[in-house]
């Protein structure tokens, strides 16, 4: 073991100045991500805005390996080891460096993602333009995070020279492999190819009110593969994304959140249709969910012994709609059971009054 002058003249062992130069990185490491992430907290503190706190959330923990790390990688030019041994302290090393630094990626789109979600929020009466954005932000988000953790696994598995044997083992054997592999990627091309579509041409976005399966509900996430749909009962519907190309579905929000209500009464033909007009009137007008564009009553249809009529109410999004309806469809029920009784629906039995004597028998007796 090789020993060199230190302080007070006292020889050290090169092993433990080593150590030293290791623990004194690892310790300007830490150092300087204190300052940084005090700093960070100092704006947060005066500033209080929503970015610095995101930022401090999602990039505080891996950034605090990751500089300590760094320094540790520069140091090992500055200690004196066996060649082999130092080539292998590297690798690790650097192969901990690369995971990290794709963690901070992630992490910073995270970042990015809170920063438009914060600006176009989604709780808003008319949020199309916000859906819009949205749709295309998480779809975009997760294709770049698979791609960063790909390249990710592709550059440590490269840095093995093992790895890059059977690697180029595969590329000799692409002729029957690749077919096969054509073959096993087709449906997940096929998918990452709707996903684009969707995301671009948006024929669903997140938060679109949804008819599809026979089930209402709202579009609650849109994966590379898959949609999640959120049913009223709080059940999920999860489908392939190329569902929404290849088959038909019911988009109610698909231009704007209003929406139109229809409440249908089937009753009596003697029932005064202006005194129906007049009791919708005065029901929307109280009504806080009515954003007063629409307010009609129409006698649409008649049955043999029934009359159709349909109100028809406007509302600033389907879960104000539905709610409307239910509340039009009860005041109008106890509208008409209250000053019109007569008028619910009834079967009629006629008999014309004369007696056929004939076919009478006679009473026993």
Same mark, same amino acid.
């Given at each position: 073991?090789?020993?060199?002058?230190?302080?007070?003249?006292?020889?050290?062992?090169?092993?433990?100045?080593?150590?030293?130069?290791?623990?004194?990185?690892?310790?300007?490491?830490?150092?300087?991500?204190?300052?940084?992430?005090?700093?960070?907290?100092?704006?947060?503190?005066?500033?209080?805005?929503?970015?610095?706190?995101?930022?401090?959330?999602?990039?505080?923990?891996?950034?605090?390996?990751?500089? /300590?790390?760094?320094?540790?990688?520069?140091?090992?030019?500055?200690?004196?080891?066996?060649?082999?041994?130092?080539?292998?302290?590297?690798?690790?090393?650097?192969?901990?460096?690369?995971?990290?630094?794709?963690?901070?990626?992630?992490?910073?789109?995270?970042?990015?993602?809170?920063?438009?979600?914060?600006?176009?929020?989604?709780?808003?009466?008319?949020?199309?333009?916000?859906?819009?954005?949205?749709?295309?932000?998480?779809?975009?988000?997760?294709?770049?995070?698979?791609?960063?953790?790909?390249?990710?696994?592709?550059?440590?598995?490269?840095?093995?020279?093992?790895?890059?044997?059977?690697?180029?083992?595969?590329?000799?054997?692409?002729?029957?492999?690749?077919?096969?592999?054509?073959?096993?990627?087709?449906?997940?091309?096929?998918?990452?190819?709707?996903?684009?579509?969707?995301?671009?041409?948006? /024929?669903?976005?997140?938060?679109?009110?949804?008819?599809?399966?026979?089930?209402?509900?709202?579009?609650?996430?849109?994966?590379? &593969?898959?949609?999640?749909?959120?049913?009223?009962? *709080?059940?999920?519907?999860?489908? /392939?994304? &190329?569902?929404?190309?290849?088959? /038909?579905?019911?988009?109610?929000?698909?231009?704007?959140?209003?929406?139109?209500?229809?409440?249908?009464?089937?009753?009596?033909?003697?029932?005064?249709?202006?005194?129906?007009?007049?009791?919708?009137?005065?029901?929307?007008?109280?009504?806080?969910?009515?954003?007063?564009?629409?307010?009609?009553? *129409?006698?649409?249809?008649?049955?043999?012994?029934?009359?159709?009529?349909?109100?028809?109410?406007?509302?600033?999004?389907?879960?104000?709609?539905?709610?409307?309806?239910?509340?039009?469809?009860?005041?109008?029920?106890?509208?008409?059971?209250?000053?019109?009784?007569?008028?619910?629906?009834?079967?009629?039995?006629?008999?014309?009054?004369?007696?056929?004597?004939?076919?009478?028998?006679?009473?026993?007796?």
């Amino acid at each position: 073991m090789q020993y060199i002058d230190d302080f007070f003249g006292y020889p050290i062992p090169q092993f433990f100045q080593n150590i030293i130069i290791a623990v004194t990185a690892v310790a300007i490491g830490i150092l300087l991500t204190f300052i940084i992430r005090k700093t960070f907290k100092f704006f947060s503190r005066y500033w209080a805005t929503f970015q610095i706190e995101s930022i401090i959330k999602h990039l505080n923990g891996p950034v605090s390996v990751f500089v /300590p790390l760094l320094l540790l990688n520069i140091s090992l030019g500055f200690m004196v080891m066996n060649l082999v041994f130092k080539v292998q302290i590297g690798r690790i090393i650097e192969i901990s460096l690369t995971i990290l630094f794709a963690v901070i990626l992630i992490r910073a789109i995270k970042v990015l993602e809170d920063h438009f979600y914060h600006k176009y929020d989604l709780n808003k009466e008319d949020n199309l333009k916000e859906r819009k954005i949205r749709t295309q932000l998480q779809f975009i988000r997760k294709f770049v995070v698979s791609l960063i953790v790909l390249v990710t696994v592709a550059i440590v598995l490269l840095s093995f020279e093992s790895m890059r044997k059977i690697g180029a083992g595969l590329l000799t054997g692409v002729g029957i492999g690749g077919i096969i592999i054509g073959f096993a990627a087709q449906k997940s091309l096929g998918n990452l190819l709707a996903g684009f579509q969707i995301a671009f041409t948006q /024929p669903i976005r997140i938060d679109d009110v949804l008819i599809v399966e026979g089930e209402w509900g709202r579009v609650e996430e849109i994966t590379l &593969t898959y949609v999640v749909v959120s049913i009223w009962d *709080q059940r999920r519907l999860v489908l /392939p994304i &190329t569902y929404f190309i290849e088959k /038909p579905f019911q988009n109610w929000t698909r231009v704007s959140a209003q929406l139109l209500g229809t409440v249908f009464l089937y009753l009596d033909y003697t029932i005064p249709i202006p005194a129906l007009r007049e009791e919708l009137t005065r029901i929307l007008i109280d009504h806080p969910l009515w954003d007063k564009r629409v307010n009609v009553v *129409q006698l649409t249809d008649n049955k043999e012994s029934t009359v159709e009529v349909r109100f028809l109410m406007s509302a600033r999004n389907s879960g104000q709609a539905f709610d409307l309806r239910c509340d039009v469809r009860e005041g109008m029920i106890d509208f008409i059971r209250t000053n019109y009784p007569e008028s619910l629906p009834k079967t009629r039995v006629e008999f014309n009054g004369k007696r056929d004597e004939s076919t009478l028998l006679p009473f026993p007796a």
